[in-house]
């Protein structure tokens, strides 16, 4: 079937037409017609089999045809990313597409504006909790990775965002996307959809196991591999040499980087190249090089790299992106690489199928995830057929993996829904926005999602009721005979879009701060909190942490024992977590703190972002019940954020200027924002990592009137970057004898290639 025989309008299809949308894959075809006549779609087909085109042509449908907007949720920030960019091809439709996974306790700038609005579904459930108005403009949703609603995690807020977003709009029409799963039924009775599968793939896919040097496929066939050492180095060589790519899939950010570092020379044999300045900058961190940066350049120069959460964004973006392009042969990467990013390559090789888990040991990972590892393997328009490799240790092991994983469905979707602490989150926000006013409104609410659909609901009342009497007892909600209404503390934590037991401790906490309460119990206060993950002890941390949880008890704001469900086990590693942020806030450098605590700088990262949110939690909290303790907190959101001492607030507040430039400000003797005002340009733009461009955008916000309140989009944010790393690149300002376009596609080819000169997220 071919695109313009659908039932759209002609702009729809010439623009489809001209982003290279001809013909329509098998799956497409039978589920966007359904789709165009507005029905609700459950669509559950292979990876790499075109499920994103079954969303985009009814949205952009819907767009240009019925002026509404559509909300596409994703499970994950850098997929969101990808979405973007796909719907900014359509602007000539009058597309308008807005990214919107940040700030939880904020609407986004220009949202109103957009007609299409990617979020992840903590982000859209926010929206909806902060009663944004555009919502009720909504005609379609769309919900990528459906099958995510099976994840601890994120599945409970994917499953109620959806949930409230079906009651409050009859009409709204629901698309969800998935890769195949046994019981997708399940998901299309609880969406009231039509369920459309298929296991058509556009590139073949054989799945396998390899042993004693052969791969077996499902279908019988055999391929051998030639002997020459370690075995899954010669499952990647081969691919390589083939002319494919590989993904190597492992248990561990330790095996990834391991198995990188060990392979990198033979690859460098294959596929070695030359890393310019720019990209070194890149990897190694501009402002604080790693050893894992250090390590991480070593092997993309030789066509490999690991890919892991211990990354920072911009490393793991330029990973991704040169293995799209070909300049990386391997990526060895943990299975989070398989969630929904778009990275195919001919061959993927699964090592591990069991994973550490805290209280039980070396778990097997589930049949779904092993599958969607799988699915990376084939590339349409650059592979003819993909493979997918399970690692067979002896005989057993190939009968078990063969067996319980290559031949196996996967498991059924279940909700994970039904957990207290997910529950009380999730009832908290219902009766804040007025989703419910009552137990039995709780539990009507609860009988139209997943959970609700998919099981009898036993004992649900008592469970309800009990979440209800904790909230109560926390002066979060309040009762009127039957009826339940918010309080203020209630609203503000529901808005805030922390755990309710995560706000009881902050409220104890602000409580107790007075005029000479240290850095470190107010950080350990932070970190006790269930939102924010402790850090595994190791030995080598253990005399430290037992040297300053001696000092530091007497001076908790929060004592352990009035915790409900909190064990002294976590102390030590949530006592971890407040040290790193410590040290994080007195400038010690990335490599130092990676090698102090054991850690990549993506923990780094993924620690400041939690910590910098309870904190401003923490503030918003004494608001309401100590207000003078906002003059300790306020100032630590700001250096948690940048990464300073306090001494460097007033001049990380300027837009370019991270903790590096800062500090080199500060040592010059440019110290406030008055002394950029009256510093000649020309020599502030001469000091180590500022230059004419930063200068000049530094002059003119001190330069304004009430900088301190000036508001900066993402896009402003990049602009400025590109324009920085520009400067450095030395791409002339002017305007060459080229022909404008010609120029402008060079710089624009210059700087995908290349990406932004500051690459240190800490930065900016």
Partial sequence: MRVDELAISDRVAEALNGAGFINLHPPQAQAIPLALDGHNIVAAIPT???????????????????????????????????????????SSLGVKAHLSTGDLDSEDK????????????????????????????????????????????????????????????????????????????DLAEWLHAKLVESDWRPIPLKEGVFYSGKITFSDGT?????????????????????????????????STEALASNYSKQMGKLAGRELSKN?????????????????????????????????????????????????????????????????????????????????????????????????????????????????????????????DYVEHDT??????????????????????????????????????????TVSQLFGIESVVEGIVNSLVEEEMVRRDNDLISATPFGKRVSDLYIDPASASILREAVSNIKTDTEVLPILTACAMTPDVLGMYPRKADQELIDGVSDELWPKLLVQPEDIDDYSYEYFDSDLKVALLIQDWIEEKDEDTITKSMGIGPGDIRSKVDMMDWIIYAMSEISYLFNPEAIKKIRPLMTRIRYGVKEELIELVSLRGVGRSRARTLYNKGIRTKQDVAEVDEEKLAMLPGIGRILASRMKDQVGRKQADEQSYSPSEEEALMMEMAAEYEGIPAEPSQEEPSKQDNKKKKKEEEDGPKQTNLFDF
């Fill in 48 to 90: 790499a089999s075109g499920k994103s085109l079954i969303g985009y042509i009814p949205a952009l449908q819907m767009i240009a045809e019925h002026n509404r907007k559509v909300l596409y949720i994703v499970p994950l920030k850098a997929l969101a990313s990808e979405k973007k960019d796909d719907f900014d091809r359509f």
């Fill in 110 to 185: 220009g949202i109103e504006n957009a007609n299409v609005i990617v979020a992840t579904s903590e982000k859209a459930d926010s929206m909806i909790r902060h009663g944004s108005r555009w919502i009720d403009d909504v005609g379609l949703v769309i919900a990528d990775e459906i099958h995510m609603i099976h994840d601890p995690g994120r599945g409970p807020t994917l499953e109620v965002t959806l949930t409230k977003l079906m009651r409050r709009n009859r009409d709204l029409q629901i698309i969800a996307l998935s890769a195949t799963m046994s019981n997708a039924f």
């Fill in 222 to 254: 055999t391929r051998e591999v030639h002997p020459d050492g370690d075995e899954i180095w010669n499952l990647v060589k081969q691919a390589v040499e083939d002319g494919g790519q590989s993904l190597v899939f492992v248990n561990s950010r330790r």
């Fill in 279 to 403: 990209e070194l900058a890149i990897l190694e961190g501009d402002a604080d090089t790693t050893a894992t940066g250090k390590k991480l350049s070593s092997c993309v120069k030789c066509g490999i790299a690991f890919h892991n959460a211990g990354l920072t964004y911009v490393q793991r973006k330029y990973v991704e992106d040169n293995f799209r392009n070909g300049q990386i042969k391997c990526i060895v990467a943990t299975p989070t690489l398989a969630a929904g990013i778009n990275l195919p390559a001919r061959r993927v090789i699964v090592r591990d199928t069991t994973r550490y888990e805290m209280n039980s040991g070396n778990t097997p990972i589930a049949v779904m995830e092993v599958k969607q590892m799988c699915g990376r393997a084939g590339r349409p328009g650059y592979d003819p057929y993909g493979e997918a490799v399970l690692i067979a240790k002896n005989e057993d092991d190939y009968d078990h993996l063969m067996t």
């Fill in 411 to 452: 498991e059924r979707l279940t909700s994970k829904l039904f957990n207290e602490r997910v529950l009380r989150s999730h009832v908290l926000g219902l009766i804040a926005t007025g989703d419910a006013d009552s137990e039995e409104g709780i539990i009507d609410f609860l009988k139209e999602t997943f959970f609700g």
